[in-house]
């Protein structure tokens, strides 16, 4: 059972971020295929009913932010369009607030819409290309062609960008490998720009969901699977961290590391989390 402190903050969350693979579901290398994990749609359901702001924040740009929610949706989740987020929606913002309009994308629709219907200027990664800022995301057809183009933007002045860096995403049966640290690793070796990530753990995707929700980082409760991802995220931005082992994060996971890397709430999964919750507003 949790502490009073930490029962205290989970009360007074005013807004929840809930990671998506390993969390809520789990899917095949694409996304697709998606299942609920116990109690995932019985919490996303509590915390509307509650009033409390909530969206779904995951790294994966397989798809865009409202073709994910109508997959949610079709499996039982009772999830709005804008409760999605990707980081296509927190690289909105932070290109926004540097002054990057002209993006080169490494990835596929999942990121080139947002980003137009952002008013961005999406260029493809094609010899000649010329951009202010690279993007990388999910991009298995990432070819040399593309990786010349990127380095030569870059070369060019382009700043480079990483929707995610964590090498691993929690699928049915195991974990699959992310291709953005790959892409983005190959464009730092050869080029040595420093690299910025706009998706999670980074500040500018926790800032993006506080900024949705209304409210500032400190008010929200992140939950997650990835020891790499939604924990540091939440500490960075000084929110309640809660971590579920239904992913990436089994046993023994946040062994070892420092203290200010572990969550101030761990459980089995959702379900566990939703007991609490709802024991928490029963007696209120």
């Known amino acids: 059972m949790p502490d009073l402190d930490t029962l205290a903050r989970l009360r007074d969350a005013r807004g929840y971020v809930f990671d998506l693979d390993g969390t809520l579901v789990l899917g095949d290398r694409r996304n697709h295929g998606l299942r609920p994990l116990p109690g995932a749609v019985e919490i996303i359901s509590w915390v509307a009913a509650s009033g409390r702001p909530f969206v779904v924040f995951t790294n994966g740009t397989t798809r865009t932010p409202a073709q994910l929610a109508r997959a949610l949706r079709e499996i039982g989740f ?3 369009d804008e409760a999605m987020m990707t980081p296509a929606s927190s690289a909105v913002r932070a290109l926004a607030r540097r002054g990057r309009r002209r993006v080169m994308v490494l990835g596929g629709a999942g990121l080139t819409e947002p980003l137009r219907e952002a008013g961005f200027e999406v260029v493809p990664p094609m010899a000649g290309a010329v951009a202010d800022a ?5 991009f298995p057809e990432f070819t040399m062609p593309a ?6 933007a ?3 002045g382009a700043e480079l960008y990483s929707c995610s860096q964590t090498p691993f995403f929690a699928v049915d049966g195991g974990r699959a490998l992310g291709t953005s640290r790959a892409i983005s690793a190959m464009i730092r070796s050869l080029t040595g720009c420093r690299l910025q990530v706009v998706g999670k753990p980074s ?3 926790l800032r993006s969901a506080a900024d949705r929700l209304g409210t500032s980082p400190a008010r929200l409760a992140v939950i997650g699977d990835d020891p790499q991802l939604e924990v540091p995220m939440a500490h960075r931005g000084r ?3 809660i971590a579920v082992d239904t992913g990436l994060g089994g046993p ?3 062994d070892g590391l420092p203290a200010s890397r572990h969550p101030h709430l761990r459980m089995r999964g959702v379900d566990e989390l939703l007991a609490i919750l709802s024991g928490e507003r029963s007696a209120q």
């Open 252 to 254: 023994g996971a946040y």
């Open 154 to 156: 870059v070369w060019g």
């Open 239 to 241: 929110a309640l961290a």
């Open 147 to 152: 990786l010349e183009a990127a380095c030569h």
């Open 134 to 138: 690279v993007l990388a995301g999910w």
């Open 203 to 205: 500040i500018d995707a």
């Open 78 to 80: 009772g999830l709005p």
